[in-house]
């Protein structure tokens, strides 16, 4: 996510800064992070990234390698059937954010729905990212230039479609409750190019101890991190508000943050600084407009808070960043913006 977003111009450092991942050993692909961390990256894209086929083009170039064990699970799967309800079986080795079924909506037809239960991960762009990069992946493991029955998308649709229907080749129907990618039944007896069930069968096996391994559900701060990076632009960030999206009573939700040692005004600082100091670095967004999209009701409110944190004001931060190299770019897309649903577990595995 991070090198893509920054071929596309967006500031490495700043998104890294921004998303709390700095320090993270990003190279280590049996690394975890946190969700919330990934609902960060996907708001700074969609308000950097105007390109509506962002998404669907960073999906294309995904490689079988990077899914991990989940993408050599379905390599030496011996057919696409077998492949598929495997990636279905295992995708929360790779993501813990993201439910797959597989549903038979005819003789005929099998879709593979993709269901977002975490706050933020539902974005279009990162909508458009999972299913291109399953059927990419489908298309390289067979060696087939798999075309689907249809594909639907769980939000509505974007005002220039062309590199989805380029990519996909088929119908497409936005504004569905899930997202899916249908196939067609003949599809799921392809032989994959390297098939072979016995190393299959041993991945797999590693695969179902990884995920008896794996701590599953969140840590409330996870979760109210999620919520608060997807309501800060829209106002102001409220426990009744959080708690509400996170479905558990105002004084519940302070007991557990208390009792993990922070409060809703800590953890919404902490995401507003951050955030201020990547989106400062970008010399050509207004003061203003920046307090605007961390939900300050007024600029002034913002420098104060800003003073408070650095001990200077906006202008003078942005000064000393003038020869930083590279800026990172945040215009606020409406049409990315996401639905709010329940939140759910708290780590993605790093491809």
């Given amino acids: 996510m991070v090198d893509s977003a920054a071929a596309a111009g967006l500031d490495r450092d700043a998104l890294l800064d921004a998303a709390g991942l700095r320090g993270v050993d ?17 708001q700074l894209v969609a308000r950097g990234v105007s390109d509506p086929g962002f998404g669907v083009r960073m999906g294309a170039s995904v490689m079988p390698r990077e899914g991990g064990l989940l993408g050599y699970v379905m390599v030496y799967s011996a057919t696409l059937e077998t492949a598929l309800t495997r990636f279905v079986r295992y995708s929360r080795v790779l993501n813990e954010g993201v439910e797959c079924t ?110 008896r391994s794996m701590v599953t559900g969140s840590s409330v701060v996870e979760r109210v991190r999620s919520a608060i990076w997807n309501f800060l632009s829209d106002g102001r960030p409220t426990l009744p508000r959080i708690a509400s999206a996170l479905q558990m009573p105002t004084r519940t939700l302070q007991r557990r943050l208390a009792n993990e040692g922070t409060s809703l005004q800590l953890e919404v600082e902490a995401i507003r600084k951050t955030m201020a100091m990547a989106m400062l670095r970008e010399r050509t967004v207004p003061i203003d407009e920046i307090a605007f999209l961390l939900g300050y009701p007024e600029p002034s409110t913002f420098y104060r808070s800003f003073k408070r944190w650095t001990g200077t004001t906006p202008q003078q931060y942005r000064g000393a960043q003038s020869h930083a190299v590279g800026e990172l770019t945040i215009g606020v897309d409406t049409s990315s913006q996401p639905d709010i649903a329940a939140a759910a577990p708290n780590a993605t595995r790093m491809a």
């Fill in 26 to 42: 990003l190279a280590n692909g049996d690394a975890r992070v946190s969700i919330s961390a990934q609902v960060a990256l996907w």
């Fill in 102 to 211: 597989i549903e038979h909506p005819s003789p005929q037809h099998v879709a593979i729905t993709q269901t977002y239960s975490e706050l933020g991960i539902g974005l279009p762009f990162a909508v458009d990212y999972r299913l291109a990069a399953l059927l990419s992946v489908c298309r390289q493991i067979t060696g087939v230039p798999i075309v689907p029955v249809e594909v639907d998308f769980a939000y509505e649709t974007r005002a220039r479609t062309i590199d989805h229907a380029r990519f996909f080749q088929c119908p497409l129907h936005f504004g569905r409750p899930t997202s899916r990618i249908v196939f067609s039944q003949r599809d799921m007896r392809l032989p994959m190019r390297q098939g072979d069930e016995t190393l299959a069968e041993y991945l797999s096996e590693h695969a179902e101890h990884v995920l």
